[in-house]
T-cell receptor, first 114, second 115 residues
Framework: DADVTQTPRNRITKTGKRIMLECSQT?????MYWYRQDPGLGLRLIYY???????NKGEISDGYSVSRQAQAKFSLSLESAIPNQTALYFC?????????????FGSGTRLTVV | GENVEQHPSTLSVQEGDSAVIKCTYS??????FPWYKQELGKRPQLIID?????GEKKDQRIAVTLNKTAKHFSLHITETQPEDSAVYFC??????????????FGTGTRLQVTL
């Protein structure tokens, strides 16, 4: 089935380490997003990309960077992880062509920075 | 940028009763308003959405209403069942295509349906 896959599912890392979260999709969607979810704060947008050559910052991009390697792949990097980046991270996709309206979310990556 | 406020943060109802969750948004240009359900340990799933040219939409026990003048929209669940227990998120965005784009989410409502 067409889906959105995130790796790893869980990760524990130390403060100061560089870490990459990966997202790939088989839905053929052009738009991809990274969100983080914290209890009581909902989902907040980190970065988004409308196509391979289009990368944009969201509301909480500080400390993060992204790479859109192909239409189907969108990676999120934490250059030097800090404890307040401990969160549940979701990748999402959407289709601008009008074939569907909503996001499709990946299964999430639970990141713990110690 | 867009700001979405969601109330209440927690809601407990008895099985069979109705549940209503309300959201307000700040950007009058927003034209797409989805609702997501997130069960414990799972990804958010789209349950219903509405575009700004429609005032109400219904899908079985779930309905969404939109008041553009007041900039608020609501989720209504009738005849609640235990499997409706989850966290619900509202969201809003603007895109010329009227589709999901850079969604701004509310902070979520934890709905508990008791027997």
């Amino acid at each position: 089935d067409a889906d959105v896959t995130q790796t790893p599912r869980n990760r524990i890392t130390k403060t100061g380490k560089r870490i990459m979260l990966e997202c790939s999709q088989t839905k053929g969607h052009d738009r991809m997003y990274w969100y983080r979810q914290d209890p009581g704060l909902g989902l907040r947008l980190i970065y988004y990309s409308f196509d391979v050559k289009d990368i944009n910052k969201g509301e909480i991009s500080d400390g993060y960077s992204v790479s859109r390697q192909a239409q189907a792949k969108f990676s999120l990097s934490l250059e030097s992880a800090i404890p307040n980046q401990t969160a549940l991270y979701f990748c999402a996709t959407s289709d601008s062509s009008g074939g569907g309206y909503g996001y499709t979310f990946g299964s999430g990556t639970r990141l713990t920075v110690v | 940028g867009e700001n979405v406020e969601q109330h209440p943060s927690t809601l407990s109802v008895q099985e069979g009763d109705s549940a209503v969750i309300k959201c307000t948004y700040s950007d009058s240009a927003s034209n797409y308003f989805p609702w997501y359900k997130q069960e414990l340990g799972k990804r958010p799933q789209l349950i219903i959405d509405i575009r700004s040219n429609v005032g109400e939409k219904k899908d079985q026990r779930i309905a969404v209403t939109l008041n553009k003048t007041a900039k608020h929209f609501s989720l209504h669940i009738t005849e609640t069942q235990p499997e409706d227990s989850a966290v619900y998120f509202c969201a809003a965005s603007y895109d010329r295509t009227g589709t999901a784009s850079k969604l701004t989410f509310g902070t979520g409502t934890r709905l508990q349906v008791t027997l």
